[in-house]
T-cell receptor
Framework: QQQVKQSPQSLIVQKGGISIINCAYE??????FPWYQQFPGKGPALLIA?????SEKKEGRFTISFNKSAKQFSLHIMDSQPGDSATYFC???????????FGTGTQLKVEL | DAGVTQSPTHLIKTRGQQVTLRCSPK?????VSWYQQALGQGPQFIFQ???????QRGNFPDRFSGHQFPNYSSELNVNALLLGDSALYLC??????????????FGPGTRLTVL
């Protein structure tokens, strides 16, 4: 059962542009929503995370927008750089320290 | 401060064999979770260990088993390997203490190929 749906599957953005990746979830018990960045041959790296009591969280060029009523959240990468080219995964978790349920991933390519 | 480490980096096995993968958590972490990532897919949760016991388990058969040692390191064992077990196996560590208990940090993974 796909509990976290992620789109798009792939994304091409010009350098300096905004990259937007969207996720939707079904389980209302989820209470922690992290985003991970993964480069080829590497493990996922925690990028930024949000809890449902806030609608937005910003860290540098990365922003999570969260819509609890729609059960959707998104990652915005401002001023996208070629070094941002990677696969991005959204995830969701219930309770403290429990298993992460991942989306299917978005392969981002930032072109010069 | 070393992050999560995993060994070996790569492994090639044949169908029916058994394999053991190892993980050392990030310093200060007491919980280890294992995930399977097939090519082009998101990681899928296998199980989690805390206080040397399996705390949660995903939808994986009993061929997948694990262990956590007193120093918090962990092993993942897979018996009777199938071609479909070929994947990147990821270990993630976290701490049950403090306010950062949700944060899971991943190791580089072990690439398992079953021929």
């Amino acid at each position: 059962q796909q509990q976290v749906k992620q789109s798009p599957q792939s994304l091409i953005v010009q350098k300096g542009g905004i990259s937007i990746i969207n996720c939707a979830y079904e389980n209302t018990a989820f209470d922690y929503f992290p985003w991970y960045q993964q480069f080829p041959g590497k493990g996922p790296a925690l990028l930024i995370a949000i809890r449902p009591d806030v609608s937005e969280k910003k860290e540098g060029r990365f922003t999570i927008s969260f819509n609890k009523s729609a059960k959707q959240f998104s990652l915005h990468i401002m001023d996208s750089q070629p070094g941002d080219s990677a696969t991005y995964f959204c995830a969701a978790q219930t309770g403290g320290g429990n298993k992460l349920t991942f989306g299917t991933g978005t392969q981002l390519k930032v072109e010069l | 401060d070393a992050g999560v480490t995993q060994s070996p980096t790569h492994l090639i096995k044949t169908r029916g064999q058994q394999v053991t993968l190892r993980c050392s958590p990030k310093s200060g972490h007491d919980t280890v979770s294992w995930y399977q990532q097939a090519l082009g897919q998101g990681p899928q949760f296998i199980f989690q260990y805390y206080e040397e016991e399996e705390r949660q388990r995903g939808n994986f058969p009993d061929r997948f088993s694990g262990h956590q040692f007193p120093n918090y390191s962990s092993e993942l064992n897979v018996n009777a390997l199938l071609l479909g077990d070929s994947a990147l196996y990821l270990c993630a560590s976290s701490s049950q203490a403090g306010t950062s208990y949700n944060e899971q940090f991943f190791g580089p993974g072990t690439r398992l190929t079953v021929l």
